[in-house]
């Protein structure tokens, strides 16, 4: 048992979905896998283990941003062996050609964190990456299941609220697809520990054009991608 997940040894799959909400956590293991049961609950971050086609898979919220990302992060691969993570979320876009509920697979996550810095002493600035056999599989999968996914980059911001707009025109001019809060720090921690890593982002949110999705877009939106996500879980 971790500091902050209350699952004994071998109640956690070695394949992790990790939404930030554990509401939504709750969700994707109610609707989407068998035999499903809650393995901890510990502060309120729900995580449960169960089986998608025959396959077992756990599913456990992270928080919002990066530090609490990176926590739970850490406990699920040097304390029960986790073997990959898929980070599922939603995110504000950037990119005027994405719309909402378009799927976003990121490739590479640019972040306004000092996480990174602090861990390279300020020398470097290291780039996070997905896993290439995840981000490939997530890919393939996706377009078998007929629903279209963006390939690209994402900010992992700090914070939620910004009083630089102006930087996320920059961001936008770069390539860079969408906003979020987690990624940069998944990514760290899992290239650090040996284990696989991707994010899957559903667009709720469009930041330039003043969009958002409403509950029943957010529903079969969040659909696709969890089933992307589980689907390369245990491709």
Known sequence: MSVHIGGKPGDIAERVLLPGDPMRAKWIAETFLEDAV??????????????WKGQRVSVQGSGMGMPSASIYTHELINEYGVKSVIRIGSCGALAL???LGDVIAAIGSATDSNMNRTRFDGLVDYAPVADFSLLRKAVELAEA???PIRV????AADGFYTDRPDLYDSLADYGVL????????IYTIAARYG????TILTVSDHIKRGE????????????NMVKIGLDTAIA
């Open 212 to 223: 958002a999705m409403d509950s029943a877009q957010r529903e079969k939106g969040f659909t």
């Open 178 to 185: 969408a906003v979020e809060m987690e990624s940069a720090a």
């Open 145 to 147: 299941q007929g629903t």
């Open 38 to 51: 809650c393995y901890t609950e510990v502060r309120g971050m729900l995580g449960f283990t169960g089986t």
């Open 195 to 198: 284990a696989k890593a991707l």
């Open 152 to 155: 690209g980059s994402v900010l």
């Open 97 to 99: 050609d994405l719309n």
